[in-house]
């Protein structure tokens, strides 16, 4: 079974930045639909970014200029770097992977944002 590992989470300072990963042990090359979710102190899981497979991409608007999501096919491995990060992004992040026939949830990343 596929399972995806998350990494790159972390404490990080006002404006850092940070790249978190989303490793598949299966290839995401006919993955429909690539995402990243965050559930913050006390939220609910909010949607971050998705990335198609044709290659297009959705932002949330609080994070629409400072994130990217994007994708190595070749390492099964999807990313979000974020940049200019702020104590509002404090959350836990997951990884989602949607194939035809199943979906998955990573087991998530702390990313902490404090000074």
């Known amino acids: 079974q596929v399972q995806l590992v998350e990494s790159g989470g972390g404490l990080v300072q006002p404006g850092g930045s940070l790249r978190l990963s989303c490793a598949a042990s299966?290839?995401?090359?006919?993955?429909?639909?690539m995402g990243w979710y965050r559930q913050g102190p006390g939220k609910q899981r909010e949607l971050v970014a998705t990335?198609?497979?044709?290659?297009?991409?959705n932002y949330a608007d609080s994070v629409k200029g400072r994130f990217t999501i994007s994708s190595d096919n070749a390492k099964n491995t999807l990313y979000l770097q974020m940049n200019s990060l702020n104590s509002e992004d404090t959350a836990v992040y997951y990884c989602?992977?949607?194939?035809?026939?199943?979906?998955?949830w990573g087991q998530g990343t702390q990313v902490t944002v404090s000074s």
């Open positions: 299966g290839s995401i090359f006919s993955a429909l639909v």
């Open positions: 990335l198609t497979r044709g290659g297009t991409s």
């Open positions: 989602n992977i949607h194939w035809p026939t199943y979906n998955l």
